[in-house]
């Protein structure tokens, strides 16, 4: 039931950021940090505040995608903080994993439709704690077409990131 209701949260959270916030007010930035930014908005059920990178390099490179991100989301009147989350850029192949590697640390999220996510608040604090301390990220996934990617994410500015969030989003 957990799984339902984070997946439920972490599909309206992507769908809101990726529609255009029509429910939601325009993001409002709360500052560039090295590679991360974060930013600020009010949903109608909770403000959200959410740190977001673009990867610096994927492999295969000739493959087409739509945009790249990870993140970090926290939705205080939702009791959601620290969500941990990818949009891969195409739908993942059914019943498949993501693989998430920082640095040495290995973990796995739960994909649907072009998103993946921890399994847990545990999980994903373990996650937020392993990208502060770490230099880099990467994040492997299979489409439905069973394309296999790579894609590698710096954690410059990770932490000062999370922490314009964690202000913002008391």
């Known amino acids: 039931m957990n799984h339902l209701r984070r997946t439920g949260a972490a599909a309206l959270t992507l769908i809101t950021l990726s529609t255009g916030l029509a429910l939601a007010e325009e993001p409002q930035s709360l500052g560039v ?10 949903a109608p059920d909770s403000k959200v505040c959410y740190v977001s990178s673009s990867p610096k390099g994927s492999e295969p490179k000739n493959v087409k995608r739509d945009p790249t991100f990870f993140l970090v989301t926290h939705m205080p009147g939702r009791k959601v903080k620290g969500e941990v989350s990818t949009i891969i850029g195409y739908p993942f192949k059914k019943e498949t994993n993501a693989e998430l590697t920082i640095d040495e640390a290995k973990f796995v999220l739960f994909t649907n439709a072009d998103g993946a996510w921890a399994e847990s608040p545990a999980t994903e604090k373990e996650i937020v704690a ?19 990617t790579e894609d590698t994410y710096s954690l410059s500015g990770i932490s000062a990131a999370l922490s314009a969030i964690d202000k913002a989003c008391k």
């Open 33 to 42: 940090f090295d590679d991360w930014s974060a930013y600020t908005y009010k």
């Open 130 to 148: 392993a990208m502060k301390a770490g230099k880099s990220l990467k994040v492997k996934g299979t489409s439905w077409r069973g394309t296999q």
